[in-house]
């Protein structure tokens, strides 16, 4: 019992964090260059546009969170508000 309580865990190695980000971005940047040589069925010709999904799919993340963050304003509650 007391061996796991000083074992840490895997994220908490900053290491590991290192590499497992690496493989995230060489994963996104494999989907980016097979962007490019499969064939897509597209509907509008924007579809076209190099990389149009990535793109499409940051700027929908970014916007959410936006839009998230102005939703705060007026959904969040206080601090004491259980204490009431």
């Known amino acids: 019992m007391a061996e796991q309580e000083n ?15 690496r493989v995230f971005y060489v994963i996104c940047a494999l989907l980016v260059i097979v962007d ?31 839009i998230a963050k102005e939703m705060r304003k007026f959904l969040m509650r206080g601090e004491d508000y259980y204490d009431e």
């Open 7 to 21: 074992s840490s865990a895997f994220f908490d190695k900053p290491e590991n964090i290192q590499k497992l980000l």
């Open 36 to 66: 490019f040589v499969v064939h897509r069925h597209i509907y509008h010709d924007w579809e076209n546009i190099p990389a149009f999904y990535a793109i499409y799919g940051f700027i929908g993340c970014v916007v959410l969170v936006l």
